[in-house]
């Protein structure tokens, strides 16, 4: 299938920028005998916060560089959560973003809310990213930068509708007492409304299936030293449904973001790409990416809820899928919705959480949603190549 489109050029920007796009074809290429596999989940290894709470997306505090920050002793990550609720699924409409430590036996440690109550502009706080700028004069001092969604309006019922924010805050104690205080005042980044993105304004296209702002992931490209943002989009075109997008900004000298369009659409061929986020290794450029199997159009090709990628060479492509088909890994075809919402560190380790588990016994609760983090697993890059380690 070697007719099969890697990129375009995008007309309305500079044209060594590019944009991918992922069809129908490439997910025909998926063998279901050969496809990498997520690791099993059992029960037991699932890391929760708590019996009461639940906790989902998950990321580290970063450098800009994209390690891993060690700050009060120990890595700090951030994950969405929300008190246990009878309907799972309730759970988006009250989640808040918490402050969480990994524990010395792979748990992790609930540190609580990251944003003081009240502060967001949204009703309740969706997925995002989080970087460590340390004083230039005092390293050991410094900010924590978070971006994040805000999901519906603060003080009005919840819809969905999506906005993207950034602040930040002064990093306070060590261990278990760390905590981040004098949060800066919530500022707009990417515009809401731009002609190519179809408006999340908590407009529905149909159940279960919402417009996309969100998921904002930071990058630091060291070919140009400027900073990027990716998100959750979704295109704009006479289809309202399978218009699924990963958009991406570039911050201006002023600090202010302007929109350059898609780096990825899938037109036709997936409503819902989440969780971007990009890595530089020695060969290049990675896009990840992470979509449920429901979220494939129907009637056309379907590939397994799972992580997805491209690889560039450079930052303005070309892009290619990885693997020819984009999958990286995907869960066991007899578990699923095993785990979701996947995370790549710069250290190659997969970050996800536990969702539906048919290895739990018959009544436990995460054969409805387990609710916690999932054990990480590995994996190694070479171009346009990926395989689980």
Known sequence: MDDVPAARPVADRSATLQTATWCPEHIRRIDPATAPRVPRVLPQAVHRLGPDMDAWDAWPV?????ESAVLGGA????TLAAPVAEDPNQRHQRARIHLIRPRPDGGWRDLGPALPDGFSPGVCEWSGCAVWRPDSAKPCN???ELHFTAAGRRGRPFTTEQRLFVTSARLEGEGDAIRLTDWTAPKETVPALADWRQPAQGVDPAPGRIHHLRDPALFLDPADGREYLVYAA???????????????????????????????????????LERPHLLRTDGGYYLFWCTQQRMFAAGGPAGPTGLYGMF?????????????????????SDAPAQTYAWWVTGALEVYGFADVLPSAPEGHRARIFAGGLAPPFRITLDGATSRMA
């Open 75 to 78: 890595e700090l990550w951030m």
């Open 312 to 332: 560039a060479p450079h930052l303005t492509g070309p892009w290619a899928l990885l693997n020819g088909s984009g999958l990286v890994a995907g869960n066991p």
């Open 142 to 144: 410094g900010r924590v």
């Open 62 to 66: 970063q450098r800009i560089t994209g």
């Open 234 to 272: 979704s295109e704009a075109g006479p289809q309202a449904l399978d218009q699924g997008a990963i958009g991406w900004a570039v911050r201006e000298r002023s600090g202010n973001w302007r929109d350059l369009g898609p780096l990825l659409r899938a037109p036709g061929l997936n409503h819902e």
